[in-house]
């Protein structure tokens, strides 16, 4: 691969001006694309085939229906009620207005005798907004105008909210958070290099991947529906891999440059070696996303895929238009003192900290390595307490969260969240009849509705309301006996759904795979790292930190996110379970920056030992070398994900924290003090590999095949890259 990627750059360098305008042809592409073939995202997660999801379908068969809905919440002034002639005239004159909005086909008048919607003290009522449009097929203007209308409805005194599947606004990319950690990126970028320009560079080439990557995301929304979190989880991973590509290729070119190299082979040698292995740790990361498939669940393979793309652009973009740029920019690369120095002369700083880590570490290995397990064992204790649920909390102080807050109010904890039976078969009607006293003395059921039947009679349904919140374990349990209570029917069939149930069903199939998941991913951890490192306690050594590493990630998002401990530093509203999505996107990410770090660090150390160096001093020769890339890379990444925690949406948030977290307790824990010590522990056995495993194909991901076998020599180190 080495010798290949060493022809890439070669051609790349040749072609310098073609490479450049040709990835802006594409960017330019995916720009007309997403401006002309985009579609709607969608908020919805179900998985086909299950209980609560065939029971939908069904009820929007048999019942019809099936557009969008939002509820308009309307609460009286203090110490008045709705049914007085002055707030009833509001809500008339409210409902009035909602019924002719844009998209609208109807909005039901809460105070109407024949179906009220107010509660029992008629101080809080709501009307029901019903959409043309499918959910998640609602326009921007329409939302607008919905919202516009209830901001001009609290003029007549009352307090007016609005909820639901209509109002909800897809996540956006790009907020105050988010670019501060890019400048934070940015900064460490021009503090390693040393020069503003390659450090925007850096930044730019980078940015170019993940605007390809998120606009082909965009296109593909035009032809299927796409979960509404996947652009941002895609432009999150993208933006993060893309900057430490990059920084890998720059690296290892302004090393070339500085050994004596000329342009051209200082590019062609930085892409076959440096090259190598972000091909290697992006194909990890594909992987582990694209496994996602195994699963079984469309929407989280749809998620992995997407952000699987946009890696693959990233690693492309890496070899082709990073190299491109850098044969452009010449030695321009280099801090300005640099730039006209003879080949071996240009000014070195002594990675003192790094060289005075290495050897803490290795001559306290025993320490080390007992406290940094310890460490990462205590933080990973509250992962046992991990509790997941789709059921999404909105954000604080919007109409939304504050709208469900009345109708709790106004109506129970377990109104936000109602359960719905669909009963089919013979007589549906009388059967549902005959259940509805059974269901009510179930433990957290607060009331159960008459039942409806739908217009031909072969089908009726049942609203339940349980007494607790929609993402309480009490409603979960309540699912669970409402489905074991109702299986011992007679001539009927009856069916739990509605979204609580749904988020149920799929929440328990997502923790049904995450062993099966985190056995495939070991599995292939394992896999590639003898492949990488011809060795077995190596691979074993970076998988046990790996699991490590995730184990202290979900133990600290479980600490924070479900248990509040520093909820206010990350500006969480409420605690509650983990969003089901995080521990599965969490492993598969972590997986594959984990091997990233494995492979970068470990592979100096594989190649010092390759060229003779003794077991110690290859593990040190190899720290020196890589320590201070993958500390620069790892802050890089730490800073992208922890923009995304302060103000992002309730799915990415808890994801990016779990990241940010796994990020530095792999770099600076695991791969700065675990992997070494444990290493220079094992000696010369860490490379021992068995002779019947010795067929095995070798990948060159360090270069190795571009030059001879020579003593290891003391590494020249980055000006500005350790202080």
Same mark, same amino acid.
């Given at each position: 691969?080495?010798?290949? !990627?060493?022809?890439?750059?070669?051609?790349?360098?040749?072609?310098?001006?073609?490479?450049? &305008?040709?990835?802006?042809?594409?960017?330019?592409?995916?720009?007309?694309?997403?401006?002309?073939?985009?579609?709607?995202?969608?908020?919805?997660? %179900?998985?086909?085939?299950?209980?609560?999801?065939?029971?939908?379908?069904?009820?929007?068969?048999?019942?019809?229906?099936?557009?969008?809905?939002?509820?308009?919440?309307?609460?009286?002034?203090?110490?008045?009620?709705?049914?007085?002639?002055?707030?009833?005239?509001?809500?008339?004159?409210?409902?009035?207005?909602?019924?002719?909005?844009?998209?609208?086909?109807?909005?039901?008048?809460?105070?109407?005798?024949?179906?009220?919607?107010?509660?029992?003290?008629?101080?809080?009522?709501?009307?029901?907004?019903?959409?043309?449009?499918?959910?998640?097929?609602?326009?921007?203007?329409?939302?607008?105008?919905?919202?516009?209308?209830?901001?001009?409805?609290?003029?007549?005194?009352?307090?007016?909210?609005?909820?639901?599947?209509?109002?909800?606004?897809?996540?956006?990319?790009?907020?105050?958070?988010?670019?501060?950690?890019?400048?934070?990126? !940015?900064?460490?970028?021009?503090?390693?290099?040393?020069?503003?320009?390659?450090?925007?560079?850096?930044?730019?080439?980078?940015?170019?991947?993940?605007?390809?990557?998120?606009?082909?995301?965009?296109?593909?929304?035009?032809?299927?529906?796409?979960?509404?979190?996947?652009?941002?989880?895609?432009?999150?991973?993208?933006?993060?891999?893309?900057?430490?590509?990059?920084?890998?290729?720059? $690296?290892?070119?302004?090393?070339?440059?500085?050994?004596?190299?000329?342009?051209?082979?200082?590019?062609?040698?930085?892409?076959?070696?440096?090259?190598?292995? &972000?091909?290697?740790?992006?194909?990890?990361?594909?992987?582990?996303?694209?496994?996602?498939?195994?699963?079984?669940?469309?929407?989280?393979?749809?998620?992995?895929?997407?952000?699987?793309?946009?890696?693959?652009?990233?690693?492309?973009?890496?070899? @082709?238009?990073?190299?491109?740029?850098?044969?452009?920019?010449?030695?321009?690369?280099?801090?300005?003192?640099?730039?006209?120095?003879?080949?071996?002369?240009?000014?070195?700083?002594?990675?003192?900290?790094?060289?005075? /880590?290495?050897?803490?570490?290795?001559?306290?290995?025993?320490?080390?390595?007992?406290?940094?397990?310890?460490?990462?064992?205590?933080?990973?204790?509250?992962?046992? %307490?991990?509790?997941?649920?789709?059921?999404?909390?909105?954000?604080?102080?919007?109409?939304?969260?504050?709208?469900?807050? !009345?109708?709790?109010?106004?109506?129970?904890?377990?109104? $936000?969240? +109602?359960?719905?039976?669909?009963?089919?078969?013979?007589?549906?009607?009388?059967?549902?009849?005959? @259940?509805?006293?059974?269901?009510?003395?179930?433990?957290?059921?607060?009331?159960?509705?008459?039942?409806?039947?739908?217009?031909?009679?072969?089908?009726?349904?049942?609203?339940?309301?349980?007494?607790?919140?929609?993402?309480?374990?009490?409603?979960?349990?309540?699912?669970?006996?409402?489905?074991?209570?109702? =299986?011992?029917?007679?001539?009927?069939?009856?069916?739990?759904?509605?979204?609580?149930?749904?988020?149920?069903?799929?929440?328990? %199939?997502?923790?049904?795979? !995450?062993?099966?998941?985190?056995?495939?991913?070991?599995?292939?951890?394992?896999?590639?790292?003898?492949?990488?490192?011809?060795?077995?306690?190596?691979?074993?050594?970076?998988?046990?930190?790996?699991?490590?590493?995730?184990?202290? %990630?979900?133990?600290?998002?479980?600490?924070?996110?479900?248990?509040? /401990?520093?909820?206010?530093?990350? $500006?969480?509203?409420?605690?509650?379970?983990?969003?089901?999505?995080?521990?599965?996107?969490?492993?598969?990410?972590?997986?594959?920056?984990?091997?990233?770090?494995?492979?970068?660090?470990?592979?100096?150390?594989?190649?010092?030992?390759?060229?003779?160096?003794?077991?110690?001093?290859?593990?040190?020769?190899?720290?020196?070398?890589?320590?201070? &890339?993958?500390?620069?890379?790892?802050?890089?990444?730490? =800073?992208?994900?922890?923009?995304?925690?302060?103000?992002?949406?309730?799915?990415?948030? =808890?994801?990016?924290?779990?990241?940010?977290?796994?990020?530095?307790?792999?770099?600076?824990?695991?791969?700065?003090?675990?992997?070494?010590?444990?290493?220079?522990?094992?000696?010369?056995?860490?490379?021992?590999?068995?002779?019947?495993?010795?067929?095995? +194909?070798?990948?060159?991901?360090?270069?190795?095949?571009?030059?001879?076998?020579?003593?290891?020599?003391?590494?020249?180190?980055?000006?500005?890259?350790?202080?």
């Amino acid at each position: 691969m080495a010798k290949l !990627l060493y022809k890439v750059g070669f051609g790349v360098h040749r072609h310098r001006l073609i490479a450049v &305008v040709l990835w802006l042809a594409v960017l330019a592409g995916a720009v007309a694309g997403a401006l002309t073939l985009s579609g709607e995202t969608s908020n919805a997660m %179900s998985i086909p085939g299950q209980e609560s999801t065939t029971a939908l379908e069904k009820i929007s068969e048999e019942f019809g229906g099936g557009g969008a809905t939002a509820r308009v919440v309307l609460k009286a002034p203090d110490g008045q009620v709705l049914t007085t002639p002055e707030n009833a005239k509001a809500v008339g004159d409210v409902v009035a207005d909602l019924s002719g909005l844009p998209g609208v086909t109807s909005a039901s008048n809460p105070l109407d005798p024949a179906r009220p919607a107010v509660n029992a003290d008629q101080t809080t009522a709501y009307s029901t907004v019903t959409y043309t449009a499918p959910p998640g097929a609602v326009t921007e203007e329409e939302r607008a105008a919905l919202l516009d209308a209830v901001d001009d409805a609290r003029s007549a005194g009352l307090t007016v909210e609005v909820t639901g599947e209509a109002v909800h606004e897809v996540p956006e990319v790009g907020g105050p958070a988010e670019a501060l950690g890019v400048i934070l990126a !940015l900064l460490i970028l021009a503090l390693t290099y040393g020069s503003l320009v390659t450090a925007g560079m850096n930044l730019l080439t980078a940015a170019t991947g993940v605007g390809i990557g998120t606009l082909g995301i965009t296109i593909a929304t035009g032809f299927m529906d796409l979960q509404s979190t996947t652009p941002t989880l895609a432009a999150m991973l993208g933006l993060a891999v893309g900057i430490d590509y990059a920084l890998f290729i720059i $690296n290892r070119y302004r090393q070339e440059l500085r050994d004596g190299s000329d342009v051209g082979t200082a590019v062609a040698t930085a892409v076959g070696t440096a090259g190598s292995a &972000v091909v290697t740790a992006g194909l990890t990361v594909v992987i582990a996303l694209t496994g996602l498939a195994v699963v079984g669940i469309p929407f989280l393979t749809q998620m992995g895929i997407a952000a699987a793309a946009t890696i693959v652009v990233a690693v492309l973009i890496a070899v @082709t238009l990073v190299p491109a740029v850098l044969s452009l920019l010449g030695r321009r690369v280099l801090p300005r003192k640099e730039r006209t120095a003879p080949a071996g002369a240009a000014p070195v700083r002594e990675r003192g900290f790094f060289r005075g /880590w290495i050897r803490t570490v290795t001559r306290r290995r025993g320490t080390a390595l007992l406290i940094s397990v310890l460490a990462l064992g205590v933080l990973a204790l509250p992962a046992a %307490s991990l509790q997941t649920t789709l059921v999404q909390i909105p954000a604080p102080d919007t109409t939304q969260a504050r709208a469900q807050q !009345l109708l709790a109010d106004g109506f129970g904890a377990g109104f $936000n969240g +109602p359960l719905i039976v669909l009963f089919e078969g013979d007589d549906p009607v009388a059967t549902a009849t005959g @259940t509805v006293d059974r269901i009510g003395r179930l433990d957290d059921v607060a009331m159960v509705t008459p039942p409806v039947p739908n217009p031909t009679g072969t089908a009726a349904m049942l609203t339940i309301i349980p007494k607790s919140g929609p993402d309480s374990p009490a409603t979960e349990r309540l699912v669970t006996d409402l489905r074991a209570q109702l =299986s011992e029917l007679d001539g009927a069939q009856a069916s739990v759904t509605g979204a609580t149930a749904v988020s149920v069903d799929v929440a328990t %199939s997502l923790d049904r795979a !995450l062993p099966i998941y985190l056995a495939i991913v070991v599995g292939l951890a394992l896999v590639l790292l003898v492949l990488v490192f011809r060795s077995l306690l190596v691979p074993l050594v970076g998988v046990l930190g790996f699991l490590l590493t995730i184990g202290a %990630s979900l133990g600290a998002t479980v600490a924070v996110f479900q248990w509040g /401990w520093l909820g206010d530093a990350v $500006n969480l509203a409420s605690t509650g379970p983990l969003i089901s999505l995080t521990p599965i996107l969490v492993i598969g990410i972590l997986f594959g920056l984990a091997m990233d770090y494995q492979i970068f660090l470990v592979s100096r150390m594989h190649e010092a030992h390759h060229r003779g160096a003794n077991p110690l001093d290859a593990i040190h020769t190899g720290f020196r070398q890589a320590a201070p &890339v993958v500390v620069t890379a790892a802050l890089i990444m730490f =800073s992208v994900f922890a923009g995304f925690v302060p103000a992002g949406e309730a799915t990415i948030k =808890s994801i990016a924290f779990a990241l940010a977290v796994g990020i530095f307790t792999d770099a600076f824990v695991v791969r700065m003090i675990l992997v070494p010590a444990a290493l220079t522990l094992l000696g010369e056995r860490a490379w021992w590999l068995p002779k019947w495993l010795r067929w095995l +194909p070798e990948l060159d991901v360090e270069g190795t095949a571009l030059r001879p076998a020579a003593p290891p020599e003391e590494p020249k180190v980055l000006v500005g890259a350790a202080r």
